[in-house]
């Protein structure tokens, strides 16, 4: 099939459909040969199709003249349980000339495994309906490879985490120097990262992925802590992942052993470069004496292209340390697991560890070290098991999930002490998605939020068909301790409709409130980003607060609020570089920091008049 056309309409598409498939196995890849030449023969992609799912997930793109030359496309499709089809779309924009041609479309390995009449064996698992004889590692990974679920029943939802409602029981570690980052879709940079997810092979999956965009620089390590093991005994604990490591600048993937804490364990598996565009299945067996934990590392490389993805993490044969799906275990003084339990040996809570701390110091909760007041919610964990930071605001929130991130409406709370039928009809925030609408909101509220661009996707809104005209909703962060020098706040804001208010970012510390950025009006139908600088302030609170309009044509939305650099200075003991000036109090900046009106040092010798 091919296009060959010379015009200079402004915009054109030419659609080629596939027949509909019924569903794919876990093994299923699509392959074709393509043709794109000519000055301006502008790109091409194919979409994917799922029934009942309103967005179409990209699978491959071509952006521009490839040469006079057939190029071969490989795509990985894997277990597909809907009925879907493939679109593939030519996108002209303005003059098109050249020559755009498709040929050899092959499926391969797409059909579900055949039924057999026997599966004997201990390595063997026998599927339910479809009959089919499968490897029994392959029991319990997050795909369905028998074609009826039947290999993914019964399992330890402890055992396995597919990201789609978050980490599981997986942490972030603190140690280490940026964090993996939760994704539907495509990475945001082209040519780097998976397009889709593993587990639902679309774009309304998610995944994590580690971000080698600036400020990363190469060598940086983002670290994932798997919950804590039992000594595996006689028996070997699988461990199943996959990985996607496409781009020019990919670095490296390894996986860690541990049995004690605070040390980098020993190296169980790696993988350098770049693998292609494709999600690769890895097998692990461990053994061991002891409690354990695994660590998985990615490490940036020297350029942008060089984003990593991780989805659908399993284990097989092991057993979670008693009560290590709780958040109060630590590895006390650097070894084995300690738990507070009564005597009954069940978990406590609401009891703290043994501690000396005073009144005007925070307990953390797992190892009972006593920290500085002010070091709790202060956008830096302090404590081994983050304790300090759990009831705070969360440095990002995209209010996926229906998480509000620690932000509260306190003037509900006051209401709700004795509940009655105001609390109903008051202006107020609440969550929302565009998939709910009502059909006369679709004029004034977001049909999409900002985080995933689709009509599942969570905001949070003043909705105006409560309250009257002048009424106001308080939207407010638990009090944070500290901030640093360059802390500021970032948010995307939807404010479209004939009688929008206002929405104001306010800073509220005692009993004193200041504005720090406001807005009123209608600002169109599309989602707008905001930067409000915060810099140093102590004890302090931020509010959102909308005012509501004369009518109900008014809903103010927010989605993807984000506090960047805001964790205090940290003053090291090490000398400042010859690039770097050092403050009045010991701290390093970078000298091109000074004399620019910003109080980067916090104590302001960076700006002092003596320079």
């Known amino acids: 099939m091919f296009i060959l056309k010379n015009s200079s309409n402004i915009s054109q598409i030419a659609r080629l459909r596939s027949p509909k498939f019924r569903q794919t196995g876990s093994n299923c890849i699509l392959s074709f040969w393509y043709y794109n030449y000519g000055q301006s023969v502008g790109a091409a992609e194919l979409q994917l199709l799922v029934d009942g799912l309103k967005q179409p997930t990209v699978l491959w793109r071509t952006y521009y003249n490839e040469g006079n030359q057939w190029l071969k496309a490989v795509i990985q499709l894997g277990r597909l349980p809907h009925p879907f089809q493939f679109s593939l779309d030519k996108i002209s924009l303005g003059f098109y000339e050249g020559v755009s041609a498709i040929d050899d479309i092959k499926f391969e390995s797409c059909a579900l495994p055949p039924p057999a ?95 080698s965009s600036e400020p990363r620089q190469f060598q940086d390590k983002a670290v994932l802590l798997s919950p804590l093991f039992n000594p595996s005994g006689n028996g070997t604990c699988v461990f199943r992942f996959h990985y996607h490591m496409f781009g020019k600048e990919v670095y490296k993937l390894s996986v860690f052993q541990r049995t004690v804490s ?101 307990v953390c909760r797992a190892s009972g070290h006593c920290i500085q007041i002010i070091q709790k919610c202060d956008f830096r964990p302090d404590c081994s098991d983050k304790s300090d930071e759990s009831a705070c605001v969360m440095e990002v929130c995209d209010f996926e999930d229906k998480d509000l991130c620690g932000w509260h409406q306190p003037a509900l709370e006051q209401m709700s002490g004795n509940y009655s039928m105001h609390v109903t009809n008051t202006f107020k925030w609440q969550l929302g998605r565009g998939g709910n609408l009502y ?91 905001a930067e409000v600088f915060l810099g140093i302030r102590s004890n302090f609170q931020v509010i959102f607060r909308a005012k509501r309009g004369v009518s109900y044509m008014g809903d103010v939305a927010v989605d993807d609020i984000t506090f960047e650099d805001c964790s205090p200075l940290l003053i090291s003991d090490k000398p400042c570089t010859s690039e770097e000036f050092m403050c009045a109090n010991k701290y390093c900046i970078p000298k091109n920091n000074l004399c620019d009106f910003v109080n980067d040092c916090a104590d302001n010798s960076d700006e002092s008049p003596n320079i």
């Open 439 to 529: 059909p006369e909101q679709e004029q004034h509220c977001p049909l999409t939020d900002h985080t995933t661009c689709t009509e599942e996707g969570w905001y949070l809104f003043a909705d105006s068909s409560n309250g009257e005209f002048g009424h106001t909703a308080d939207v407010a962060t638990p009090v944070i301790s500290l901030t640093g020098p360059r802390c500021k706040i970032i948010f995307w804001n939807y404010m479209n409709g004939s009688t929008i208010g206002s929405l104001e970012v306010l800073c509220k510390s005692s009993n004193r409130t200041s504005k720090l950025w406001t807005q009123s009006g209608s600002q169109g139908p599309q989602w707008n980003r």
């Open 117 to 211: 009449l026997s599966c004997e064996g201990p390595n063997h698992f026998w599927c339910r309906d479809t009959k089919a004889c499968i490897d029994s590692l392959l029991v319990c990974d997050l795909v369905d490879d028998c074609g009826d679920g039947s290999d993914e029943e019964s399992c330890n939802p402890d055992l396995q985490c597919n990201f789609e409602n978050g980490l599981c029981n997986w942490e972030q570690d603190v140690e280490d120097d940026f964090d993996w980052i939760r994704i539907q879709g495509p990475t945001p940079t082209v040519n780097t990262g998976p397009l889709k997810d593993h587990t639902t092979g679309t774009a309304r999956g998610h995944y994590l992925y580690l971000e």
């Open 262 to 362: 605070n040390t980098k364990g020993w190296l169980l598996w790696y993988k350098f470069g770049n693998q292609e565009n494709r999600w690769i299945r890895q097998t692990l067996f461990i053994s061991s004496s002891k409690p354990f934990q695994i660590l998985v590392k990615g490490t940036v490389g020297d350029g942008f292209t060089g984003d990593i993805g991780l989805d659908d993490m399993s284990f097989l044969g092991c057993t979670l340390y008693s009560g290590a799906q709780h958040s109060f275990v630590s590895f006390f003084k650097g070894n084995l697991p300690t738990i507070s339990t009564t005597t009954s040996g069940t978990l406590v809570p609401a009891t703290l560890p043994m501690n000396n701390c005073t009144e005007k110091e925070f």
